[in-house]
């Protein structure tokens, strides 16, 4: 039964309408199908956190914990999003992840973290060695994390050396009513254009793309002249599923449903095809009840999906008009 609600909940999980692509995607937590399990066990991902109820909700293809509902935000638990699991800690990482052979500072920050843990004996040598691959595939299966011995942002988390990613969000000012970007589409609340948007990340390539910095959880749109055009905030993955490297927009959907048939995911653009299905940029996730959103716009920076980046409706539009099938998409 736990392996039919473990596939059933794989985040961002779509059955497509009027597509261009596949009859059916599944955006997927493949490589995190342990800690799925965990969700839908109803076990605490974090040490010290509450333990999650016996049942999820799902919200727009993605496990949440049931929680009390204000409007159309739902309040999680502590713990999922990170915001609160750095204060104690006496270092934190400075890359996004960590794996065997590596060295430096954050190498010794792991260590040091392994050590207060109790999985780690010796002194932080800030090299990534075998003896530090076994401590943390040790922590990992204790806590019920994907054990793979790399340690990203669920592992962080756990050790409390994950860093404050509000501070890694550069938020730019509301735009004036009426706004346009460079190539004349409105502006979103959470987005800007031209001199006006934060710097283009260094080695992203060159032509027409789409940048997706997921530390700051910032797109920039690129032209062809390496112009950018316009640049917003999303909501991407609260997992290590976002696969950082050069990608191609390989299918457009108008609309798409959840598995479940209760969210809508308007204007989707899939760029990372996985073995159980695709992830993408779309607009915010709809209650097909009633069409209302499942996320604030103001929300948007913050971590809440499963898989996908949730875009302001204003930039899913933008987004969908810019990108043709084969647009290149370059992911940080």
């Known amino acids: 039964m736990l392996i039919a609600v473990v596939s059933a909940i794989i985040a961002c999980t779509f059955i497509s309408l009027a597509s261009s692509g596949d009859s059916l995607d599944a955006a997927g937590l493949a490589a995190n199908a342990s800690e799925v399990a965990a969700l839908a066990a109803g076990e605490a991902k974090v040490p010290g956190t509450p333990a999650l109820p016996p049942t999820a909700a799902v919200t727009a293809g993605v496990a949440t914990p049931t929680t009390t509902v204000t409007g159309t935000a ?16 006496t270092c934190v990482m400075s890359v996004l992840s960590l794996r065997h052979g590596e060295s430096g500072e954050s190498v010794r920050c792991l260590q040091s973290a392994l050590i207060d843990a109790g999985y780690y004996k010796g002194a932080p040598t800030g090299t990534f060695d075998q003896a530090t691959f076994t401590a943390v595939e040790k922590m990992q299966a204790e806590r019920n994390l994907f054990v793979d011995g790399i340690v990203g942002r669920e592992s962080a988390i756990s050790l409390a050396i994950w860093p404050d990613e509000e ?15 460079l190539m004349g589409y409105p502006l979103s609340s959470v987005a800007t254009s031209g001199p006006d948007a934060p710097p283009l990340p260094p080695n992203t ?17 690129v032209d062809k002249n390496n112009r950018v055009i316009r640049s917003w905030l999303v909501s991407g993955s609260k997992y290590s599923n976002e696969l950082p490297g050069t990608h191609k927009v ?32 779309h607009a915010i996730p709809l209650h097909v009840e009633d069409d209302s959103p499942y996320m604030k716009e103001s929300e948007l920076g913050t971590r809440l999906s499963g898989g996908c980046q949730r875009q302001a409706n204003a930039d899913a539009d933008f987004v969908w008009d810019f990108v043709d099938i084969g647009t290149t998409v370059v992911v940080l």
């Open 74 to 89: 739902t309040t999680e638990l502590p713990g999922l999003d990170g915001s609160d699991l750095t204060s104690s800690a």
């Open 167 to 181: 501070s890694l969000v550069i938020r730019t000012p509301k735009p004036a009513p009426g706004s346009k970007d």
């Open 205 to 221: 390539g060159s032509g027409k793309r789409l940048v997706y910095e997921r530390a700051g959880q910032r797109v920039w749109a």
């Open 250 to 281: 390989y299918s457009k959907s108008d609309v798409s449903t959840a598995w479940n048939g209760k969210a809508w995911l308007p204007k989707m653009v899939r760029w990372l095809k996985t073995d159980i299905g695709a992830i993408g940029f």
